[in-house]
Structures are given as C-alpha cells and as structure tokens.
C-alpha cells in the first residue's frame, strides 16, 4: 500500500512540473513544527509529525480526510514551520488539501506563506489560496501553489486560515528554485507574526477584495486603480481610499448616461448586491402590491445608487394610515466569505442617510399588517431638489386565527449569558418572540446542578421566557463531570438517583410558576449524542420513567447511529437537516436543525425562509438553527463595523451596535417570515386540503434560488383564504 501511495506522489509532482518546471523538492522528509496538533479523530493521529513532507499523498479520493496519510484539524488554524536545513533558493511552495462537501465545502480562506533565515526575522511572500476558483463546492482536492517566489530561506511557515470547521493537508512541497531577489522584502519579528496575519485578513488590506472590487465594472479596468504593489501582495494599501477611488468613476461615469443625481430601482428583499455596479432602470415612480395577515409581516425593496462624485444625503417620508406600519431599513456592506461583502444589517432609517459617491445601497421596508383594510402608501425619497416616490398597495387580511392553528416549534440556541445578550436581556427576549422563537435552551452554566438548594438565579434567568411553549434543560452530560454532577458522585449510581429525583421534582414546581403552566419541559442530556452516549441516554430514559412515567427528553441528533438506537425513546429529536429524512419508526416528533458556518454567508431566502417550507413538506414540527448570537463560544460582541473577524466561527442572525444594542439581520427577518409562511400553509391546508397544499409548498421548495416565488404561492393562499 505505501509503493503505491509512493507512485501517485510522482504522478502529482509530474501534474505539478508540467507546469513550474521539473524542480527538487527540498522540503522532502524535512521536519516541521505545528502550532496545534492535529484534532481530526478520522484522519493522522495527534502524535504525527512527518506525513506532510514524507512524499506521500493520500490516494482516496472519495474519503480523503478519513485516511492516515491526511492531517487534519476541527475548529483550529495552524502554522507550519518547515526546516530546510540551510539556506537554499525558493522557487514555489505547494499545498494538497481537500474541499469536503460534508462541511460545507470550503477549501481553506488563507494560505499564508512566510520565510525565514533564522526562524526569528521573518518576510511575508504571499497567500497562496488567493486564486480565483478558491470557492465554494462539492468535494473535490487541490494543490494550491505559490510560484514564482525566487528568494532564498532556511525557513518556510505556512500559516493556514480555514474557511468552515475543517482543515486538511496530505502534503506540501518547496521546490528548489535557481535564484534569489537576495531577500529584498521587510522583516516581520517571529512575535509579530499573529499581528501580521490579522492585518492580512483584515478585509480593509485584503489585496483580494481589492482586485474583485476593480474587477465588477468592466469600465474601470482600463483605470490604473490597482497598482503594482497591490497585485505583488503589498499589504500597506488602504482598501477604503481606493473605494472611494472606485467610486467616484463610477459615480462620474453614470451620472454622463442618466443625468441625475441618483437612480432609483426596485430590489429583492433576499438577493445580494454589490457595492459598485451598473444600475439597469432609472425611475422617478415605483409602484408595488402587497398581501398581508393582519399582525403579519412582508417585506419589499428598493435600491438607490448616488450618481455624484462626492457623498450625498438623503430625506425619506413614509405617508400611511393606521391599516398598516412601515418600518424603514438601510442595509450597510459587511465582510462575508471569501473576502465578499454583502447587505445584511438592517438599520432602521428615521429621516436620512448618507451614501458615499458612486455607491448602490440595498433599503428594506418591512410592514405589518394592524387590522383589515385597504391602502395606498408612499415612501418619499428627496436628494438635491430631486424626489422620487415609492407606492405601494396593501391589502390587509384577516385570514385565519393563528391560535387555532399548532405553532411551528422554534429553536435557536439563545443563551442570555452571551456577551452579545448580556445587558440587553429585555430587548433579546422582545426580539426572539416578535420572530416566534417559542422553544427555549437553557444552558448547563445556567442549569442548577442535581444537589444545588439556591434556585434564585434559575428562577430570575427564567423570567426571560415568560409565555414559551418549550424548554429545554441543557444538562451537558457529554462532560464527565457533569454527568456525575458533583464531586466523587457516579452517573446512575443509587446516590445520585436520590440527588435527580429531589432537582427534578423542583424544576417541575419552579419553571411553571416562572413561564407559565402549559410550557413543556424537556430533559436534553446530551447534545449531538455520539455513539459513546448512547448507553448512558438509554439508561437515563428508562431509569427515570420508571419514576417519572410523564417525564420527556429532547435530543439532538448528527449521525445515523445515535438515530438508529434512540429515536424510539425520546420524544423528541431535533435532526441535523441532511439525516432527517428516511428515518427509522418513530413516535417522536421530528424537528430538524443547521449549524453552518460562515451564517453571514447563507442564503436569506434559500436557507433562512425556505427551513419552514421543508419543515412544512416533509412534516416536520419544529425547526432551528445554531445560533441566535454566538460569536466564538458567546465570548464576543458581532458589531457591524468590526474589521477583525472570524467568520469561521460566526453563528449570529443579529449584530451589535457600538453600545451594544441588538440589530436584525436580513437572514433573521427572512427566517421570521418563513415562520409565517408556515402559518399561511397550515391554515390553507386546513380549508383545502394538505395534498394541494403540499404541491404547492413543494413548488417552492424545489426552487431554492427563484425568490419570488414563495411570495407568488403565499399571495395566492391569502387571496384564496380571505374568499367567500
């Protein structure tokens, strides 16, 4: 097996030479040092420290992170400092890696290269994952390369920025090059490194951003916006002075086409929009219809692009009726992945706003719908003696009453003890049910354990969820110690019983008198249960309806096994979205959940709104996703203007403003109208039947990327409810 694991090497290389050149690989059988060991438990053991130089590749290539030939890491980025044993001449560094689908299917978003005579005084070269098929996809592998580099160094480190939750490599080579710039490039000290590699992704000096920013307007290429420092990874460039740069082309160069200060168009809710492009229409009027529930919300669109070379302001005035109110939203520019930028922030406008020259801005105005009736209303739009309107005809129906309907059950993980909601805990919970989130986790740091007495803070915490139909008790068994709950105790043993039957008998007489007499409570001992836990649930299960014969668990579900052994006995599973369908027999109610990451990067529409429709199709219960605010584990705020990100590790549908107030995103306010769309469906299927109601439901669903769609049906379903 290694011979031919040996051949393929040289049938890579070959692949790689036809087109550098046939070249020495003189980091062959070299050692290296790795900032984090390796944590993928499928793949290289933590102990291993050869195979990424050992010229082996890994020959599967339908399980490429499950074999021992591959390292791989969970949740980290890592440095690899390669000793060559002298100095010697670099002509290009390869790295093999692999794009999993299962993950997301991300190839990693940095690939950092540094160089080094003494492992102290460092030059940066460049990333070698700054190319332009670094996207998105279904598994597939690739050698990135950096070429050309033709400087001379004892020390090669590659510092590696995954893109998602997984990373791996099977190889890297340096190839021996034939001269040197006589290591012409700045010094960055070994300790300044961290820093460095910040500020290459801080998407302000990201030369990436500033080559597809250039690259959107093919009326700017010929402008010598991106000079030569910038296409040789200078990193010392501002971002910002070069968008304004752009800008004002752009703004100069329309505005000699449509001769007004600013153009005005219709918009999609949901699609994204780049910051500088080429407005198709020019209105003075646009005029929409609109059907809405009463205590319902819709939302509609506009895009304003400023036309002058310098930044302009912007009046709005919104004329309606007590029918309906309209609330109106600007959406800034944030970083997502792969160094793009989107609307996502909804930021209420009261009056004005300023756009800066040659922008294209993305404005939201989100209605709700107060008692039935009629109306015509306007949004005024005012710039340099210049008005445009916005009209748009309302009909507010009462179609159905949503208490006789059964809630779609919603869980998004809010855990008020997050830094991003702590401080702001009226305003969350205010937040959380104006978007029907009904079901509420109560996390183990805020879960009394089974010998606690003082229920004081519990009771307090609980107040935050007054009037939820579900709550989940977190009790984090996958850690030992909190299985065996306190000091010297053992899970199950006859001690610790007594402690379980004494803290259940008070959660059922505390959380009913702090959130009402009809929240459901569930027991949720381990989250995503992995083949080690499924004893111990099973045990718990059975054990305490022996005592408690009305007691319920709730479990969280990402592989076949936990499904396949516990789905009998729990009453209810949330499932990871791509394993729950063609489930086993079951009783249980069937709730289904996402944790992908980047979320900024997720399809409002697609994602967010169409989770109900699925849930809705394949009769699912409940829905939800990780998380409402986590931004690495809770312990930072999501604030809009933040330039330092990890996105790897950023779960939140809400921002923070700068005194750390909650602001909606677009993907949250689609995921809430999605939830009423689920009420609409619900309601038509109760008058016309659930099979109509599926084919059309289904319509929608098969179509994940037409957003006007779901807006046709439910259109169609409220005209048809609100008929005689």
């Known amino acids: ?258 001769k007004k200060p600013y153009i005005l168009e219709k918009g999609d809710p949901w699609s994204n929009l780049d910051k500088f492009r080429s407005p198709t229409e020019n209105n003075k009027l646009l005029q929409y219809k609109f059907y809405l529930t009463t205590t319902g919300v819709q939302y509609g669109s506009f895009v304003l692009t400023n036309l002058n070379p310098t930044k302009q302001i912007f009046y709005f005035t919104i004329l309606s009726n007590g029918i309906l109110r309209t609330d109106l939203f600007s959406l800034p520019f944030v970083p997502s992945s792969f160094y793009n930028e989107i609307p996502d922030p909804m930021l209420k406008v009261n009056n004005q706003i300023t756009l800066n020259p040659g922008e294209s801005r993305l404005f939201i105005f989100k209605m709700t719908g107060l008692k039935n009736g009629k109306i015509k209303s306007t949004i005024l739009i005012t710039s340099e003696k210049y008005t445009s309107k916005i009209e748009y005809d309302v009909d507010v129906i009462d179609t159905f009453d949503r208490k006789n309907l059964d809630p779609l059950n919603v869980n998004v993980w809010a855990n008020f003890k997050s830094k991003m909601i702590a401080g702001h805990e009226i305003e969350a919970s205010k937040d959380l049910k104006e978007h029907h989130v009904n079901t509420f986790v109560i996390a183990p740091s805020s879960l009394p354990g089974i010998k606690d007495t003082n229920f004081y803070d519990f009771s307090n915490y609980l107040k935050n969820f007054n009037d939820a139909k579900n709550v989940l008790l977190f009790m984090g068994y996958s850690l030992l110690e909190r299985k065996n709950g306190y000091k010297n105790g053992e899970f199950m043993s006859p001690e610790w019983k007594q402690y379980f039957i004494k803290w259940y008998n008070n959660m059922l007489k505390i959380i009913p008198k702090c959130m009402g007499s009809e929240t459901n409570i569930y027991l949720y001992p381990f989250d995503e249960v992995s083949k080690d836990n499924v004893s111990d649930f099973k045990n718990l299960v059975l054990w305490s309806r022996s005592i408690f014969p009305d007691i319920k668990f709730y479990g969280t579900f990402d592989n076949q096994n936990s499904i396949d052994s516990l789905l009998s006995i729990v009453n209810v599973a949330q499932i990871a979205r791509p394993l729950a369908k063609n489930l086993p027999s079951h009783n249980c109610e069937i709730w289904i959940y996402t944790a992908n990451s980047p979320s900024r990067a997720l399809d409002p529409y697609g994602f967010y709104r169409l989770m109900a429709w699925d849930a809705f199709v394949n009769d699912y219960s409940g829905i939800g996703f990780w998380n409402y605010a986590d931004e690495r584990n809770g312990n930072h705020l999501n604030l809009i203007d933040d330039k330092y990100l990890n996105l790897g590790q950023s779960y939140s549908v809400i921002y923070n403003d700068a005194e750390g107030n909650i602001t909606p995103s677009r993907r949250w306010e689609a995921f809430r109208l999605g939830i009423e769309d689920y009420s609409i469906l619900q309601a038509y299927s109760r008058k016309f039947g659930l099979e109509k109601t599926k084919v059309m439901a289904e319509q929608v669903v098969n179509q994940p990327n037409s957003e006007s769609v779901a807006d046709s049906i439910r259109d169609k379903m409220i005209i048809e409810l609100s008929a005689k």
């Open 1 to 258: 097996m290694g011979s031919y694991k040996f051949i393929f090497s040289w049938f890579a290389l070959l692949s790689i030479y036809s087109i550098s050149g046939f070249s020495q690989n003189i980091a062959l059988k070299k050692s290296y040092h790795l900032s984090v060991k390796p944590n993928y438990i499928y793949s290289a053991p933590s102990s291993d420290t050869s195979s990424l130089t050992d010229g082996i590749y890994t020959t599967s290539n339908g399980r490429f992170w499950a074999q021992p030939t591959t390292v791989g890491w969970l949740s980290e980025n890592v440095s690899i400092t390669i000793d060559l044993d002298k100095i010697q001449p670099i002509a290009s560094v390869l790295f093999s890696t692999v794009r999993p689908s299962g993950a997301g299917g991300f190839y990693p978003k940095n690939i950092f290269v540094f160089i080094s005579n003494d492992d102290i005084n460092y030059r940066y070269i460049g990333d070698a994952a700054d190319v332009a098929d670094n996207l998105p996809g279904p598994s597939q592998r690739k050698i990135f390369s950096l070429n050309k580099i033709n400087e001379s160094a004892r020390f090669v480190r590659i510092s590696v920025i995954r893109e998602g939750k997984f990373l791996f490599c099977d190889e890297i080579e340096v190839l021996k090059g034939k001269s040197s710039n006589n290591n012409s490039l700045a010094i960055i000290k070994r300790d300044s490194l961290q820093k460095f590699e910040d500020s290459l992704q801080n998407p302000k000096y990201n030369r990436r951003s500033a080559l597809r920013q250039n690259q959107r307007l093919p009326y700017l290429l010929n402008d010598s916006l991106i000079d030569f420092s910038i296409k040789n990874n200078d990193v010392s460039f501002d971002l910002d002075k070069l968008q304004t740069k752009v800008g004002i082309i752009n703004a100069s160069y329309l505005k000699k086409i449509f």
